[in-house]
Each structure stands twice: as structure tokens, then as C-alpha cells.
């Protein structure tokens, strides 16, 4: 069992780039995959992009491709998501959470570990 936690939020003006990390103190959180999801006000949960535990599988959602990246450093047990060319539409409290499993997913309700999330507000 991990518990993610989150950092990086914050706000922004359209156009610029935020970084968020996900961390957890456990080791073992380098054998799990990873997902970046995120809640805007009155919105379902969605998520933005998910990583497998060796960081050779990634997954990006079509509203973020090509603006956000996800990766990961196994040494550094810290997973990221970068975000460049913010928009107004990507605030949002964005959380990490984590699974361990054989199969590669996307799904929300396939990732039992969850942070407390962090608020990313960006400005038009």
C-alpha cells in the first residue's frame, strides 16, 4: 500500500507551463503504475494521463495530448506531469493515484491509492 502525494499547483496565465510531482514515502511506489487524473468544479473526475511502473507505457488523454507530458524516475520515486500551454479549461484540482496490477489501465475506479490533490488555476 502507498500513499501518493501531490505537489506543484498553483496559478498561472494561459500559455504558461506547471510541473506537478507525485511522491510517496514508501519505495515500493517505483513498482506501481501511476495515473494524473483531475476534478474541475462540478465536472466528474477525468483522467489526464497515466504511466506504467517502468515508464515504458504511457497514456495521454486527447484533451491534453500534445500539452502535457507524464514521465517518471524510478531513483527518484517521483512521477511528473508537465504541463505546457495552459488553458482556462485545465483548472482543475489534479490528483495522482496509484495501482499495482499486470494490465495497463486508464480507468479511475482501477486505482486504489489516491492523493489529496492539488489546485491548478489557470487565468485567461
Known amino acids: 500500500q502507498v500513499q501518493p502525494v501531490e505537489s506543484g499547483g498553483g496559478l498561472v496565465q494561459a500559455g504558461d507551463s506547471l510541473r506537478l510531482s507525485c511522491t510517496a514515502s514508501?519505495?515500493?511506489?517505483?513498482?506501481?503504475?501511476v495515473g494524473w487524473f483531475r476534478q474541475a468544479l462540478r465536472k466528474p473526475r477525468e483522467v489526464v494521463a497515466t504511466?506504467?511502473?517502468?515508464?515504458?507505457?504511457?497514456y495521454h488523454a486527447d484533451s491534453v495530448k500534445g500539452r502535457f507530458t507524464i514521465s517518471r524516475d524510478i531513483a527518484k520515486n517521483t512521477v511528473w506531469l508537465q504541463m505546457d500551454s495552459l488553458k482556462a479549461d485545465d483548472t482543475a484540482v489534479y490528483y495522482c493515484?496509484?495501482?499495482?496490477?499486470?494490465?495497463?489501465?486508464?480507468?479511475?475506479?482501477?486505482?486504489?491509492?489516491w492523493g489529496q490533490g492539488t489546485q491548478v488555476t489557470v487565468s485567461s
Open positions: 514508501s519505495l515500493m511506489f517505483s513498482s506501481y503504475d
Open positions: 504511466i506504467n511502473w517502468s515508464g515504458g507505457r504511457t
Open positions: 493515484a496509484a495501482r499495482r496490477d499486470n494490465e495497463f489501465s486508464i480507468l479511475i475506479s482501477q486505482y486504489p491509492y
